[in-house]
T-cell receptor, first 111, second 110 residues
Framework: EPEVTQTPSHQVTQMGQEVILRCVPISNHLYFYWYRQILGQKVEFLVSFYNNEISEKSEIFDDQFSVERPDGSNFTLKIRSTKLEDSAMYFC?????????FGPGTRLTVT | KNEVEQSPQNLTAQEGEFITINCSYSVGISALHWLQQHPGGGIVSLFMLSSGKKKHGRLIATINIQEKHSSLHITASHPRDSAVYICAVTPLGSARQLTFGSGTQLTVLP
């Protein structure tokens, strides 16, 4: 069964450093998403991506965040200058016209 | 403003019991999703529905669009059903993204 994969599973970084979280969506999907979940809180939408551009972004997705689909398979989330409050689980998801399929998540710890 | 409310927040049941988790939402939606989050954090989609009722194995999801309410039922519950169940909606006019509820922690005891 096709699945969404994410790397790394856990990333530890120092405040102010740049991180890139990587995702490989399901190959025939057209819509891609990033969500985050701070420990103990609900999942929050960050950004959606379709046809090589951002479809919608939340208030959380400010100038320190960017997304890219650099080739036909990867979908990345870059955080330029990490803050302590960026510590969270980051989930990538992809979909066709129906339900979304989630990756296993990347746990980002900013120290 | 909480657009998606779930109840109860926590639920403990004995194996074999019939379980109901409720979800209310305040915005117009194009679809409602029920998701399961495992203790390790992974999220699995259980149902996506925009009307009526869907069934998959022991799981049943219903939605009442007029009342802005959905329920997830689990029949003959089993300890392996223990997880967080999350209701999420795709708001009308959005680019398919999900707005999540806070989840219901279900524990099924043997």
């Amino acid at each position: 069964e096709p699945e969404v994969t994410q790397t790394p599973s856990h990333q530890v970084t120092q405040m102010g450093q740049e991180v890139i979280l990587r995702c490989v969506p399901i190959s025939n999907h057209l819509y891609f998403y990033w969500y985050r979940q701070i420990l103990g809180q609900k999942v929050e939408f960050l950004v959606s991506f379709y046809n090589n551009e951002i479809s919608e972004k939340s208030e959380i997705f400010d100038d320190q965040f960017s997304v890219e689909r650099p080739d036909g398979s990867n979908f990345t989330l870059k955080i330029r200058s990490t803050k302590l409050e960026d510590s969270a689980m980051y989930f990538c998801a992809s979909s066709g016209l129906g339900e979304q399929y989630f990756g296993p998540g990347t746990r980002l710890t900013v120290t | 403003k909480n657009e998606v409310e779930q109840s109860p927040q926590n639920l403990t049941a004995q194996e074999g019991e019939f379980i109901t988790i409720n979800c209310s939402y305040s915005v117009g939606i194009s679809a409602l999703h029920w998701l399961q989050q495992h203790p390790g954090g992974g999220i699995v989609s259980l149902f996506m529905l925009s009307s009526g009722k869907k069934k998959h194995g022991r799981l049943i999801a219903t939605i009442n669009i007029q009342e802005k309410h959905s329920s997830l039922h689990i029949t003959a519950s089993h300890p392996r059903d223990s997880a967080v169940y999350i209701c999420a909606v795709t708001p009308l006019g959005s680019a398919r993204q999900l707005t999540f509820g806070s989840g219901t922690q279900l524990t099924v005891l043997p």
